[in-house]
């Protein structure tokens, strides 16, 4: 099929899943197009089966903020038209899928069909804002598909938005062959030269990733057994992480490493991660930490215990309790068999639940019957 996917190219789960389905299903034969206002970060590749095409918005004195959701509208229909796209999948509601409603009106009477794959903060944060919220409900309500990434995100979005459409639960998904264990002794020993631990936290450092909880979870442990604390991603929050870290005594011990395109090679040498959200629809970090055999401990919330099954793959404590996480954490860096065995379980739930090979196909299916509806 011909596809064309619109994400956000920031740093961002949505957009991770955008580009990882695109590239994936260029993998499978599809014909993919990203169409965006840039190149999407973790895009690692482009051919002739994933093109990206990207969205200008012009500027003007006129205008106090530029119209970005018109010019990404005009954008899905030139390449729907000159590449005789199937159809559009559109990741995060706002404003992707009021671009996507566009571009389909404007195509009529060919059929553009959109679907809209939710993600989390689109509902749970911003489309329910007042500003937003009408017309997040309408373009959901005018989507030819709808899926959510977690059953909680379904339930949420039925809820705040009372939705009378289906809404599938298609989950995130990792890549259990690109995610695995690493035994990168040598990438190891530039955070790690004495053998200590290694605990792990990935985001993109938004106040919903609690991220001082991480630095204070940290400053718990590290008095206990020997460790390192590497940080990836960047975002508003990352300064109150490092003034925190320097508090709390710890700075020299903790890793800033930024934006990261390979997160694989970090998660796949770390020893757990630290997930302490206020709130994750699904906790994709999660997912990718376990396919590594790297064990989760992250907040009992949202779609998170869909994920983790606590005390057998990962540990689920509640929002904000950093001293019962803390202690999840010494239990499993004082006990590596303990520490292992759950490493091994969090890499089967990967494989056997979220696997690329499982979840790709369910949205092939959808888009099958998407298709075939608008005809
Ligand atoms: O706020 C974020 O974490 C970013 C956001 C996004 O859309 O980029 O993440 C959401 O989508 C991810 C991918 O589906 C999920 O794994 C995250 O749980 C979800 N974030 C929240 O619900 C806070």
């Known amino acids: 099929m011909k596809v064309g996917i619109t994400c956000y190219p920031t740093y961002g789960g949505s957009g991770v899943v955008g580009t990882e389905l695109g590239m994936e299903l260029a993998d499978r034969g599809h014909e993919v197009h990203f169409i965006g206002s840039a190149l999407p970060f973790r895009l690692r590749r482009l051919d002739h089966s994933v093109i990206f095409h990207e969205v200008e918005v012009m500027n003007y004195p006129l205008f106090e903020y530029p119209p970005y959701d018109l010019a990404l509208a005009t954008k899905m229909g030139e390449v729907a038209r ?17 671009s996507a409603f566009l571009a389909r009106s404007m195509m009529a009477p060919k059929k553009l069909p959109f679907i809209t794959t939710l993600h989390g903060t689109d509902i749970t944060l911003v489309g329910i804002n007042s500003s937003y919220w009408g017309i997040t409900r309408f373009a959901i309500e005018q989507s030819d598909g709808i899926t959510a990434i977690s059953k909680d995100l379904q339930k949420n979005t039925l809820r705040e938005f009372e939705i009378q459409k289906t809404i599938e639960v298609i989950y995130n998904f990792v890549n259990c062959q690109k995610y695995c264990r690493r035994q990168n002794e040598e990438y190891r020993h530039e955070f790690a030269p004495k053998g200590e631990k290694i605990l792990v936290h990935l985001s993109n450092f938004r106040p919903v990733k609690r991220v001082t909880d991480v630095v204070e979870i940290f400053a718990r442990v590290h008095p206990q057994v020997p460790s390192k604390l590497l940080l990836i991603g960047d975002g508003p929050d990352c300064a109150a992480a490092e003034t925190l870290a320097h508090k709390r005594g710890i700075r020299e011990h903790t890793f800033f490493l930024g934006k990261q395109e390979n997160v694989e090679e970090t998660l796949g040498i770390a020893d757990i991660l630290l997930l302490p959200s206020e709130m994750e629809s699904f906790g994709l970090a999660a997912l990718e930490a376990m396919a590594c055999e790297t064990p989760p401990i992250a907040s009992r919330v949202g779609g998170l215990p869909e994920l983790i099954t606590h005390g057998v793959d990962g540990f689920l ?10 202690e ?7 006990d590596p068999a303990l520490c292992s065995k759950v490493g091994h379980a969090a890499r089967q739930t990967a494989m056997n639940r979220f696997s690329s090979s499982l979840i790709i196909p369910q949205y092939e299916d959808l888009y099958r019957r998407v298709v075939e509806q608008a005809r």
């Open 82 to 98: 000159s590449s005789n796209l199937d159809l559009l999948h559109v990741h995060y509601a706002i404003p992707h899928s009021v």
């Open 328 to 334: 999840y954490a010494l239990r499993l860096l004082q």
């Open 317 to 326: 404590a509640d929002v904000g309790d950093i001293q019962t996480m803390a």
